[in-house]
RNA sequence: GCGCCCAUCGUCUAGCGGUCUAGGACGUCGCCCUUUCACGGCGAAAACAGGGGUUCGAGUCCCCUUGGGCGCGCCA
């Protein structure tokens, strides 16, 4: 089909997949998805040196993760060197490609000096015109593109706008490596052409590479995709992201306890825009992704955001599936909380039971895991400082009274203990919240936690009874 | 240095010449709800980088300045 959208997400294995890197998989994920087309995966590895079977699988592991799937089997571009390395050759037989043997110290001269005279660091063309004849003995060639040297370039970018450069501006790129193997720029051009794909969604900081790859498809003859050069992310100081804030591995965001909607939510809207709408579920940005709606300047990270939205989403999530995807988590985050690798079935329970009052309160799995420390935690319970505060003298004699009441209750139920507790204010004269807040502190140890009588059920009686006596005597 | 791109509240953005005394969201600050904290509700502070044009009219078009970003490899 001549109308089928195919698009590609083609990141290089040499790192972790980061988050620029996946809001381009998503861009291309939606679009292909909104077009009813397919986005391939391709792994740009021509770079034998820094590409890594680990780097692969982060990849793979953080778009799957994300929720991202892709068509067919993985591309690996260096597996493709050989056709490469022909359409190189085709070029260099219908001359618009030659031979150059200029040594790297004979380049690294040529960019010393272009620097000094404050002229573009371009390749001079020394030898677009000489005779092979004259090579010296024992140099291997590489094969350079003989771009046109007069007119100009254009690039009719679907977000950039129409983009043009002036030819003398750009110099004889390599296509082909003096060991034979394919340099990116040419390879990118075949695999795309080769694989079919309509259009091109990247990164910004390849529009450079946009016209060179251009020059390179009207020298094979080819028609070049539709384009579409997205923005950077910068850090929260407008900076390129660094390690030290955005640029984490998509897997660090999982560990940091966010959920992959919530992310692909933050994601969208980074850079894209539908009106007002903030919140998209997957099938209404499918619906609504258009490349029209991206916009031109480049975003910064808020993690405030992300959080926000992580809320939203895990408010919205069922109780099950937030306890899965805590259960999912365990082996990192659980060991340092001494509760393992994984949920015992009872523990399992009493988190699915208390999860509606729990999910209601937190920002990330990580939190909701800390705020559920109550069920996990063992007597005599350890209180933090603000619960230490209200449990002063007069606090714990209320909680006796308090306990008398309750441990003659015959329904251990919300609405009985609600009413416990209420009478026993009443009785003592003072506001709710000051029956209220001793009690959460012996029973959690802390100063907030969801609704004290949910709190008291999910416990059980015998649980809470004691916790309260610990603190009583 | 050269080339290219960008510029609306702290942040993400709406705005596609007049309806903008610039809208929404996050964050911040009040108030309400309330057993705490969240949630929710209500409200507030908060932006068109600067200068020239074009036009009856400019956040919206053009130019310059300034400020950012990206690229300039036999890396991708």
């Known amino acids: 089909m001549s109308g089928t959208v195919v698009t590609r997400f083609a990141p290089s294995p040499t790192g972790f997949l980061h988050i620029g890197g996946a809001r381009t998989a998503l861009f291309n994920w939606l679009f292909a998805r909104h077009h009813g087309g397919k986005m391939?995966?391709?792994?740009?590895?021509?770079?034998?040196?820094?590409?890594?079977?680990?780097?692969?699988?982060?990849?793979?592991?953080?778009?799957?993760?994300?929720?991202?799937?892709?068509?067919?089997?993985?591309?690996?571009?260096?597996?493709?060197a050989a056709r490469h390395r022909e359409v190189a050759e085709e070029l260099l037989r219908r001359g618009k490609a030659y031979y150059c043997y200029a040594t790297p110290e004979e380049l690294e001269e040529m960019r010393a000096l272009a620097r000094k005279e404050g002229r573009p660091m371009r390749y001079d063309g020394r030898w677009r015109d000489r005779d092979p004849a004259e090579a010296p003995a024992g140099v291997k060639p590489v094969i350079r593109l003989k771009a046109?040297?007069?007119?100009?370039?254009?690039?009719?970018?679907?977000?950039?706008?129409?983009?043009?450069?002036?030819?003398?501006?750009?110099?004889?790129?390599?296509?082909?490596?003096?060991?034979?193997?394919?340099?990116?720029?040419l390879a990118v051009v075949v695999d795309d052409h080769d694989m079919g794909v309509t259009h091109i969604i990247r990164g910004?900081?390849?529009?450079?590479?946009?016209?060179?790859?251009?020059?390179?498809?009207?020298?094979?003859?080819?028609?070049?995709?539709?384009?579409a050069h997205i923005p950077l992310i910068h850090g929260p100081d407008g900076a390129k992201l660094s390690k030290r804030h955005g640029a984490l591995g998509i897997d660090a965001y999982r560990s940091m306890g966010y959920l992959p909607a919530a992310l692909r939510n933050y994601l969208v809207r980074l850079g894209w825009s539908h009106g007002d709408q903030e919140i998209f579920s997957t099938e209404e940005m499918i619906a609504a992704f258009n490349l029209a709606s991206i916009g031109r300047s480049p975003a910064r990270f808020d993690f405030a955001k992300l959080?926000?939205?992580?809320?939203?989403?895990?408010?919205?999530?069922?109780?099950?599936?937030?306890?899965?995807?805590?259960?999912?988590?365990?082996?990192?985050?659980?060991?340092?909380?001494?509760?393992g690798t994984s949920l015992e079935p009872a523990l399992r329970a009493k988190l699915l039971a208390a999860m509606p009052g729990l999910k209601e309160r937190a920002k990330t799995l990580i939190e909701l895991l800390d705020s559920a420390s109550y069920l996990y935690a063992s007597r005599p319970l350890q209180l933090d400082e603000k619960a230490r505060g209200i449990l002063d003298d007069d606090a714990r004699t209320r909680l006796g009274q308090v306990l008398r009441r309750l441990e003659s209750?015959?329904?251990?139920?919300?609405?009985?203990?609600?009413?416990?507790?209420?009478?026993?204010?009443?009785?003592?004269?003072?506001?709710?919240?000051?029956?209220?807040?001793?009690?959460?502190?012996?029973?959690?140890?802390?100063?907030?936690?969801?609704?004290?009588?949910?709190?008291?059920?999910?416990?059980?009686?015998?649980?809470?009874?004691?916790?309260?006596?610990?603190q009583t005597r």
């Open 204 to 227: 910004d900081d390849h529009l450079t590479n946009a016209a060179r790859q251009t020059q390179i498809y009207e020298a094979l003859g080819w028609a070049a995709p539709v384009m």
């Open 40 to 80: 391939l995966l391709r792994i740009e590895d021509t770079d034998r040196e820094r590409s890594t079977e680990a780097a692969i699988q982060a990849i793979l592991d953080g778009m799957t993760w994300l929720g991202l799937d892709w068509e067919g089997e993985v591309v690996h571009q260096f597996a493709r």
């Open 307 to 339: 959080e926000n939205l992580n809320g939203h989403y895990m408010r919205l999530a069922p109780d099950e599936e937030l306890v899965r995807a805590i259960e999912a988590l365990l082996p990192e985050i659980g060991p340092a909380r001494g509760l």
């Open 148 to 185: 046109p040297q007069t007119g100009e370039t254009v690039v009719d970018d679907q977000v950039q706008g129409r983009v043009t450069w002036q030819n003398k501006d750009l110099d004889d790129l390599v296509l082909l490596r003096s060991d034979g193997t394919p340099t990116y720029m």
């Open 409 to 470: 209750l015959d329904a251990w139920t919300p609405a009985g203990t609600e009413a416990a507790v209420r009478a026993a204010a009443e009785e003592a004269g003072v506001k709710l919240g000051l029956m209220a807040q001793p009690l959460r502190a012996a029973l959690t140890g802390r100063s907030t936690s969801p609704g004290l009588f949910d709190v008291m059920e999910v416990l059980g009686r015998e649980e809470s009874l004691a916790r309260l006596r610990d």
